[in-house]
């Protein structure tokens, strides 16, 4: 069972996704690698996001 603070907490962390998306909407001019490096990124912390989602 969540307690208030938890639901808070994924409450948060879920406005602080949806900012990254629209932050992430504009258009940037990356190299290749920073590309690569980006998707790595918001794989691993969406991963993350999951894994405590699940917990």
């Known amino acids: 069972m969540l307690s208030q ?11 602080r996704t949806e900012n990254l998306n629209e ?4 258009p940037t001019h ?15 912390q969406s991963e993350q996001l999951q894994s405590e989602q699940d917990f």
């Open 5 to 15: 603070k938890d639901l808070t907490s994924q409450e948060v962390l879920l406005k």
């Open 30 to 44: 990356l190299s290749p690698l920073e590309q690569a490096n980006a998707k790595k990124l918001a794989k691993l």
């Open 23 to 26: 932050l992430t909407k504009e």
